[in-house]
């Protein structure tokens, strides 16, 4: 691929740069890329999650950037399709020469450049995926900022079986890499209850084919339904369940996009569960504000004033305050090594969200909590 083939043109001093790499860094700019869904039926993931992104990065550039630098992010858009993400991702490579990748979307398009990612050396920070395998085992190039689906599907197992009192589960999912994630981490999940699921019904990615697959979890009779898709087909089934009088307790884990599922579900989204992995994206009068929060909706007002706060746009938010401590921390002679030492070394960092961060040499998952939500009247509102 011809992936180490670097221009030596880097508009800078050679002398000034660390002898490591030059890969991404000139005297004023250290560039980033993205692939991720800006269009189709993913593309609200990836736009929330770049607004969320860059507002922040557009602020830090504002002030002058991080040690003389401004970040510039270059964003490729791959409709969740894993053929375009890995021909993204070698042009951001080898053409764009960026210094890291970044805010990533989604776990089938994720997994199909780890071993390009292996190939070139090259840091990959805050993926809006949880899935298992780009966490075990611990891969050096990969800084994971979420919780994992296994941790998702375990804390809203144990709701379902242990709280609710269900003994009838079935999984509704995505039949690529992030559905067999969250269906195998349901399954390990039911076995602590000598329970498996009761049924499992599933529709391929990038279409809304959920009809077979809600006919084979009705028959089932469930009582709750975990569900590992996207909010277009999740809507669909929770639509089309709700046309045949089936109404078991429905739950999504939070790549769902849990803002644009109330949105198309409308008064029939009443009580459909989500779990998330970072706090609600809004101030509520009923308990103090969180400063990350607040931060969060201000600069996004003064950056995209036409993109409202959401759950996937704080990830990102979120997601560019690693990005930014690591470079902070890597100082001025910065390397992709230094980097990912860097990121190693942040410990009990406080994000404003009432959850501090913590990354290890054997550690690279930053956050731990689950939060549940549940749609009500429209809205999403947190219920633990």
């Known amino acids: 691929m011809g992936l180490f083939l670097f221009s030596a043109c880097t508009g800078t001093d050679p002398s000034d740069l660390p002898s490591e790499t030059r890969t991404g860094i000139t005297q004023n700019e ?3 890329g993205s692939s991720l869904a800006l269009g189709g039926h993913a593309g609200y993931l990836g736009t929330q999650m770049l607004h969320g992104a860059n507002a922040y990065i557009r602020h830090i550039n504002s002030q002058g950037g991080i040690h003389g630098r401004k970040i510039n992010i270059i964003a490729l858009d791959d409709g969740y399709d894993p053929s375009r993400c890995l021909y993204n991702t070698q042009r951001l490579i080898v053409e764009k020469k960026v210094f890291s990748l970044f805010c990533y979307v989604g776990t089938p398009t994720t997994v199909r450049i780890i071993p390009l990612i292996n190939e070139a050396g090259i840091p990959l920070v805050g993926m809006f995926t949880g899935a298992h395998r780009l966490r075990d085992p611990v891969n050096p190039f990969l800084i994971n900022v979420r919780a994992s689906y296994y941790q998702e599907t375990r804390a809203a197992v144990d709701l379902i ?42 529709y391929v990615r990038g279409t809304l084919d959920v009809e077979d697959g809600l006919d084979k979890i009705i028959a089932s009779d469930a009582q709750a339904v975990v569900m590992i898709g996207t ?26 996009g849990s803002k644009e599922l109330a949105r198309r579900l409308g008064r029939i989204g009443e009580g459909v569960m989500v779990t998330q992995v970072v706090p609600p994206p809004q101030e509520n009068d009923a308990r103090p504000p969180l400063p990350g929060v607040s931060e969060y909706i201000r600069l996004l007002d003064i950056y995209y004033p036409e993109s409202l706060p959401s759950f996937v746009g704080l990830e990102g938010y979120i997601n560019a305050k690693i990005l930014v401590e690591g470079i902070q921390r ?14 190693e070394s942040i410990d009990d960092f406080d994000l404003g969200i009432d959850n501090p961060l913590s990354f290890g040499k054997n550690d690279h998952q930053g956050l731990d909590r689950v939060y549940f939500t549940q749609i009500r009247q429209g809205e999403l509102v947190l219920i633990q």
């Not at 087909?233 to 078991?248: E, H, M, N, V, Y």
């Not at 100082?331 to 030492?341: L, S």
């Open 30 to 32: 250290i560039k980033i």
């Open 330 to 343: 890597a100082g001025r002679d910065i390397t992709r090594e230094r980097f990912i030492r860097a990121i």
């Open 231 to 256: 909010y277009d087909s999740c809507a669909k089934f929770i639509r089309l369940a709700g046309d045949l009088k089936f109404t078991p307790l429905f739950y999504n884990v939070s790549f769902v």
């Open 161 to 202: 079986v242990k709280e609710k009192g269900f003994a009838r589960v079935a999984v509704f999912y995505q039949y690529d890499e992030y559905g067999f994630d969250g269906l195998r981490g349901v399954e390990i999940a039911l076995k602590e209850y000598d329970m498996i699921p009761v049924a499992k019904g599933s």
